[in-house]
């Protein structure tokens, strides 16, 4: 019988034996590639679901070393601009700053200030910059109905930074501390006002040392594509406003649309693109003969998927990706193992069985930085998730033109449900704690990088006993932290 069905193994039913170890957390290196020529300081991906990734949840990962990628339900516009938040975002310039017209009174900028939380405005008449005011200014002004003009430091006393000198932040920081201030405007040929550099958000931004940014010094993004003609065009705008990566986003990366894309990308653009999904090694030789720089893996792991279920194919994960890599490693190109994680551990295993990098949807749908509101269900908060395979996302695809990654016609067939996942805070706490896991994971391996990790670590298999043993048992949970055990 097995020799006619192998058996193909998942997360929960292996675990990695412990090693000597001479290795403390702090000195492990979690450094990885995501493609050919793109590295990543954190092996952590945003999955490209309407339900996961947008700017804000590609900003927040890229500033702690990890990438996002941009869902493509959505029109190429609104795709677009999504990734142009992201390459305009700048940790420590504020590009839209809230300002008063000179005319405006004492007592309206006191409320402003009161309002947005902030301790000054610039000052503007007709869009140029006439001066700057701080709460310092106002706090002893009786009279609230004096103009601002005649309260604030004037142009002629301001300390300002020309947009063209595109300033470092270490350079901006030196002329507040020369000038005893805070808040530095940048201006234009013309004075108009530009942006505002504040003393608080340098300080902030250097709490980002690891931030993945491009050669210009913008956070770095993906964005999803699909197959077909059509997505070429996507493709195009996306690289014009800047995107780092595509991903050619399929259920079924073996197919002959995804194999043409990538060959059609690869041809006419510079830029790095991963293909899938896949789950064999033909599939994963056919992409990397096609000109992918990264593969990614996965049919039908996801937890909100339905694929295995509708149709009875796909692969469990640990073999998958541990087939793929076998030709992944030796083509020299980066795997990303894509869903079904749920636990800290499980990123552990994917990557000491090959994968360079792990995607992760439902770990991260329940930030607050995922698209959506939170919602009450019998008193505790959660957010929605839904598979990009639903019949929701789907229908809300098609409202826009966009075809899933799932339809070979024009009739739906749903492969994925809509959930909810508990809220979890922000993706900055669920993020560094896989970090934490990481690290302590290394130490038990002995490994101080993933490549160690790969030679060091020796899997085994266990069964139902030993995976109940694995999880709490025997007591009833009174605290949750994390990594939030399932009840
Ligand atoms: P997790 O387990 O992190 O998986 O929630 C996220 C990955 O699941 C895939 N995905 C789907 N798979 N039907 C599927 O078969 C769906 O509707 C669906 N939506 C997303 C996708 O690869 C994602 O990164």
């Known amino acids: 019988m097995e020799s006619l069905f192998p058996l193909y193994l998942t997360f929960d039913d292996i675990l990695i034996m412990p090693n000597y170890s001479e290795v403390l957390p702090h000195e492990v290196d979690i450094q990885t590639k995501l493609t050919r020529r793109i590295s990543m300081k954190i092996p952590i991906i945003s999955a490209a679901m309407d339900t996961v990734t947008e700017a804000d949840m590609a900003i927040e990962l890229a500033k702690m070393g990890g990438i996002g990628i941009i869902h493509r339900n959505l029109t190429i516009q609104e795709q677009v601009r999504e990734v142009e938040k992201v390459k305009k975002y700048s940790s420590w310039i504020i590009t839209s700053p809230v300002f008063v017209d000179e ?15 902030i ?9 140029y910059l006439v001066g700057i005011v701080t709460s310092r200014d106002l706090r002893f002004e009786s009279t609230k109905s004096k103009k601002i003009k005649e309260v604030m430091k004037p142009k002629e006393k301001l300390i300002v930074v020309k947009e063209e000198d595109k300033i470092s932040p270490e350079k901006a920081k030196e002329i507040m501390h020369e000038h005893k201030i805070e808040k530095l405007p940048i201006v234009d040929s013309e004075f108009r006002l530009k942006g505002l550099i504040t003393l608080k958000d340098i300080s902030k931004s250097e709490e980002n040392p690891n931030a993945l940014k491009d050669s210009s010094g913008h956070l770095v993004v993906g964005a999803a594509i699909g197959t077909g003609e059509k997505e070429l065009e996507r493709a195009e705008q996306l690289i ?10 399929s259920a079924h990366g073996h197919s ?7 060959k059609k990308i690869k041809e006419k653009f510079d830029i790095d693109v991963i293909a899938g999904n896949v789950a064999t090694q033909d599939g994963t030789k056919a992409l990397l003969e096609a000109g992918a720089d990264a593969i990614k893996v996965g049919v039908g792991p996801g937890s909100i998927c339905t694929t295995r ?3 009875g194919v796909g692969v469990p994960q640990i073999s998958a990706i541990l087939e793929c890599s076998k030709l992944t490693q030796k083509y020299g190109v980066p795997l990303v193992a894509d869903g079904g994680i749920r636990y800290p551990g499980d990123i552990v295993k994917a990557l000491v069985v090959g994968a360079d990098s792990v995607m992760l949807g439902n770990m991260l749908a329940g930030t607050d930085e995922a698209p959506g509101e939170k919602v009450l269900k019998d008193g505790r908060p959660y957010k929605v998730y839904r598979g990009m395979g639903s019949e929701d996302a789907i229908k809300d695809g098609m409202q826009k033109g966009v075809r899933s990654r799932y339809l070979s016609q024009d009739d739906i067939l749903p492969e994925g449900v809509v959930g909810l996942v508990p809220y979890k805070g922000t993706v900055r706490f669920i993020i560094s704690n896989l970090m934490k896991s990481l690290q302590v994971a290394f130490g038990y391996i002995g490994a101080k990088n993933i490549k160690e990790a790969r030679q060091k670590a020796r899997v085994i298999r266990i069964t139902e006993a030993g995976y109940k043993e694995s999880h709490v048992h025997s007591v009833q949970v009174l605290k949750e932290t994390f990594p939030f055990v399932e009840k």
């Open 256 to 262: 002959r649309w995804v194999i043409e894309t990538l």
């Open 103 to 117: 005319e405006t009174t004492v007592g309206e900028a006191i409320e402003k200030m009161r309002e947005k939380n």
């Open 119 to 127: 301790s000054g405005l610039p000052v503007v008449k007709n869009g």
């Open 240 to 249: 014009k406003a800047g995107v780092d990566v595509l991903v050619i986003d």
């Open 309 to 311: 279920i509708v149709s």
